[in-house]
């Protein structure tokens, strides 16, 4: 790990204190030292002019004519879309506004490609006089140093839209390319000295759509609430890479995810600092001729809500694309893609070549085009929509194995070449699936940072628990004897203690840093043993972070599951041992670790599924007990505007349990401000790196390999906020958004894994990497969301007819059959019927169902009866459907033989 990133310590620091200690360590920070005996060059003391547009105000700087507020003329009156209160902090040279450049170039005849920024070493800008659309207006070559270009500037009102616009010429003899063209968008991110009602109140999150020219940036509240700010490209400013900003000096940190500028041409980048890494784009150049001039621009509009960004892109005349279920494609299961523009389409390619097919189908009745996406090769893919205008548009997907073989895959994977036995093992780790590095093919025993290799915490215990979730999807007996002997030699009795007073409190890590107390050669000579995170025994031994208490309580709750509902496959103990284990290690994160029970745990809806199973089994005294405990815990949140908090200042991962416990309680106003804040920082964008991933920015610190401040793609945190989204779903299936972005989320769990089964901590979004993580971190995290919360979605759509998620849809007439693509094949959601099918085990091949009788049919797989004495379906009663002839368990599961191949259900009410 490299130790000299300048925000690492205070990163550290912030992960060992409480939340409202963090915010002070900011204000010692070197950089802002270090710019108090610089010399402020930004001319905020010369003043600035205001200018009101429809819908947007701004303060443009009379010395740099960059923005020094960027506003809503209605709504909060406080609220800045610019790191206002950084404003004279940020007056140096090297910090980026709003109205800044980066130009990367070489004249004709070089080699070497010439880098100017116009925040570099500020000068003052020549003013230009305004017009009637111009608000203000300059020319910025004198702060672009020695640039052998003529830069102008200029704000503009267009129809009552702001527009930023860049004319570039080329006064010289000679033709100059212009390799790489960036417009910083500086928007306000940071959250550093905020609290939680501050920074939602405040603060901003922004999600790029790299689509070239039908690309655009969305900025959302953090509160999810009001309009959100689109950036569209106005003339020549296709979006085809999204860098980030990372000479701003400004110190990135788990409260400042750092800025990004919009890139319009990226080839002089490409071919030096991301040289050898395959872009999401074709990089670009453009070529001036002597004399010649262009003109790039961008353009700032308000859509009324998140939900109404599309309907708002149409409007302003850009091309919208709609996956459904998405952008990533099992290759066994074809996805459907609508695209609305208002020029035709010309042409669409496919690179690599033939790693897609594209089947075009009926427009819509708005005029949708409308095609099916099969999926032909693993990996990446692109398409290219040029529309008859010459616009481009490109859509990113992933193409993978069907879900099932997927979760096979990684089944495997994590039980041979993950799994770890070593008798002689020092740390009492053995057996165990152990955490492993792919980049070096090795498990990973020894760590700097302890959790690593210890077993707990999210990075240590990650493994192991995706292993045993796998287990509820797709039970192999070979991978369940192991994860027995690991759940009772290595869990239950070392990562847990299960005797003493300390009995069911979960430790933080088995593997530690003490040489003193360790024979010598223990410990591996290459690593720097000399930071805070190589745990001591007595910090390993800690029972007192309650995160770590929901890997364990979910495997408990698995091995519950597998011996009550399997045949011979957990015999150890009685079902009930373990179920009473899952319900009392819920009740030891209250009492042994009360400080982070506070806040929402990750996976911490295992504790509502261990409830519910308590209440099925009838163990009411246990039921009590746990009920009122998570009550206390829920009153405390719906005391709290943003019940947000963990051990870091801002986090995006206790929202699922949040959620979910105040829909329990019928706390519906924190269900929708939960909810809302979701949809902040989840987006649904048409590319699969984004589309359904929660923002997460700083655990590649605490669970990478490549340590750093940096957007992560598709981490634990996408799976998990698909529970609460999709939740919400099923009690508004008519929000068809709610349905993209959870489906999306729930889909990010499956699209890192590599060919070969690999699951990593996530991938990384930047651009000089564009890669997965090279260890497995805390994947397994996000991997339970997939395993509790996967299921076939299906839908009638009132534009785009009859869909579905996760399954093969076919219509003929009046019937729908579907099917079931779900590595499980046990959850199906019939939005028009309300119907929630789940099964307990046994798998539903199909469900075909008849839109005028209403009746439902589904078709079982007859091949597990030697596991499978019983297909335990449980139907929901707010449906009105049930099955004739069928009887059901004391758990009010219908119980049908393993040999019925098809049962028909009936809508009685």
């Known amino acids: 790990m490299n130790l000299k990133n300048n925000y690492y310590i205070l990163i550290t620091l912030l992960y060992i204190l409480p939340t409202n200690s963090a915010f002070s360590q900011q204000e010692e920070h070197p950089v802002w030292k270090a710019t108090k005996s610089q010399p402020a060059t930004l001319g905020i003391d010369q003043g600035s002019k205001s200018f009101a547009l429809a819908q ?58 010439s880098n100017y920024s116009s925040a570099k070493e500020r000068k003052k800008v020549i003013a230009l006089a305004p017009s009637k659309t111009i608000l203000a207006a300059a020319d910025i070559s004198s702060t672009l140093g020695d640039i052998p270009l ?11 839209d702001l527009i930023l616009k860049f004319q570039l010429t080329n006064p010289t003899h000679q033709a100059i390319e212009i390799g790489a063209l960036g417009i910083p968008l500086p928007f306000n991110n940071n959250m550093d000295y905020k609290n939680l009602n501050q920074a939602h109140a405040q603060n901003v999150f922004f999600d790029p759509y790299i689509g070239k020219d039908a690309g655009y940036l969305q900025v959302n509240h953090l509160h999810g609430n009001g309009p959100s700010l689109l950036v569209l490209p106005y003339g020549n400013a296709g979006f085809e890479a999204y860098s980030p900003l990372l000479d701003d000096p400004t110190p990135r940190s788990i409260t400042f995810e750092g800025f990004h500028e919009w890139m319009i041409h990226s080839k002089a980048l490409a071919e030096t600092a991301w040289k050898g890494v395959e872009q999401w784009n074709t990089p670009t150049s453009t070529l001036l001729k002597p004399n010649e001039s262009k003109t790039f621009a961008l353009k700032f509009v308000l859509a009324p809500s ?12 850009r091309p919208v694309a709609i996956g459904a279920p998405g952008y990533v494609v099992p290759l066994d299961n074809p996805v459907k893609l609508f695209i609305k523009h208002n020029r035709a389409i010309k042409n669409i390619a496919v690179y690599p070549e033939g790693a897609l097919s594209l089947r075009k189908l009926k427009d819509t009745p708005q005029q949708w085009h409308h095609y099916e996406v099969k999926g032909q090769q693993w990996g990446r893919a692109r398409l290219t929509i040029t529309y008859q205008d010459g616009t481009e548009q490109t859509i990113q997907y992933k193409v993978i194995k069907s879900e099932k073989d997927v979760v096979n895959d990684l089944g495997n994977f994590l039980t041979t070449t993950q799994w770890y036995e070593n008798d002689k093992d020092l740390f009492g780790r053995s057996p165990a699936v152990i955490s492993y590095d792919y980049e070096d093919k090795k498990l990973v025993t020894q760590e700097q940072r302890a959790w690593y290799a210890g077993l707990s915490d999210e990075a240590g215990a990650a493994s192991w628990l995706a292993a045993i979730m ?30 003493g007073d300390q009995k069911y409190g979960v430790v933080k890590s088995l593997f530690y840093y003490e040489p003193d107390a360790m024979p010598a050669g223990t410990y591996q000579t290459t690593i720097n043993w000399k930071t805070w995170s190589a745990w001591p025994k007595k910090e390993a031994d800690n ?3 309650s995160y770590n208490y929901p890997h364990v309580a979910a495997a408990h709750w698995v091995m519950y599951r597998l011996a009550r509902n399997y045949h011979h496959l957990v015999q150890e103990e009685s079902w009930d041992v373990y179920l009473d284990r899952a319900f009392q290690t819920s009740m030891a994160m209250i009492e042994k670790a009360p400080y982070y029970a506070q806040f929402g745990q990750m996976e911490g809806s295992i504790f509502l599924l261990i409830l519910q199973d308590l209440r099925r089994e009838g163990l009411t005294e246990a039921v009590n007990k746990l009920e009122t405990v998570m009550r206390q815990r829920t009153e405390h949140w719906k005391s709290l505007d943003y019940p947000f908090g963990s051990e870091m200042p801002w986090d995006s991962t206790g929202q699922e349990e949040v959620y979910l416990w105040s829909r329990y309680f019928g706390f519906d106003d924190k269900t929708r401000v939960t909810l809302n804040a979701i949809l902040a920082y989840m987006p649904t964008l048409p590319h699969w790196g984004y589309n359904g991933s929660a923002r997460r920015y700083w655990d590649f610190v605490y669970g990478g390999k490549l340590s750093r401040i940096e957007r992560q793609l598709h981490h634990y945190g996408s799976a998990l906020n698909a529970i609460p989204v999709l939740t919400a779903y099923r009690d508004h299936p008519q929000d068809f ?20 089964g690999f699951g990593p901590a996530a991938f990384h979004s930047y651009p000089a990497t564009l890669a997965n993580d090279g260890i497995s971190g805390d994947y397994g995290t996000g991997f339970y969301g997939y395993a509790v919360n996967s299921g076939t979605y299906i839908v009638e759509h009132p534009e785009f007819g009859w869909l579905a998620f996760s399954g093969n849809l076919k219509k003929d007439k009046d019937n729908i059959e579907v099917v079931i693509k779900t590595a499980s094949k046990g959850r199906i959601f019939l939005a028009k019927e309300n119907l929630w099918l789940t099964t307990d085990a046994g798998e539903i091949e199909t469900l075909k169902y008849n839109q005028k009788d209403k009746s439902v049919v589904l078709n079982f797989n007859t091949n597990q009866s030697a596991m499978v004495p019983n297909i335990l379906l449980t139907v929901n009663p707010e449906s009105g459907y049930e099955i004739e002839g069928i009887k059901k368990d004391k758990l009010n599961r219908y119980e049908i033989p393993s040999s019925t191949s098809m049962l028909i259900l009936r809508k009685t009410k």
Do not use: C
């Not at 003529?150 to 009552?160: A, I, L, M």
């Not at 998140?306 to 005349?317: A, G, M, R, S, V």
């Open 56 to 113: 947007l105000k701004i303060k443009v700087l009379n010395h740099s004519q960059t923005l020094s507020a960027f506003q809503q003329v209605h709504g909060d009156a406080a609220f800045d879309y610019t790191p206002v209160e950084m404003l004279a902090k940020r007056d140096r040279n090297g910090f980026f506004h709003i109205g800044d450049i980066n130009i990367s170039l070489k004249r004709q005849g070089e080699t070497h490609w």
């Open 737 to 756: 958004y709610l349905l993209r972005v959870g489906h999306a989320g729930m889909m990010g769990a499956l699209a890192n894994v590599t060919a070969d």
């Open 150 to 160: 003529q830069v102008k500037r200029s704000w503009e009102n267009v129809g009552g």
């Open 306 to 317: 998140i939900k109404e960004i599309e309907n708002t892109l149409l409007k302003n005349n």
């Open 543 to 545: 029972i007192g972070r």
């Open 470 to 499: 796998k287990q509820i999807l797709q039970p192999n007996r070979t991978e369940i004897a192991k994860l027995k002997r690991f759940v009772n030699e290595t869990m239950y009795g070392r990562i847990q203690h299960k005797e």
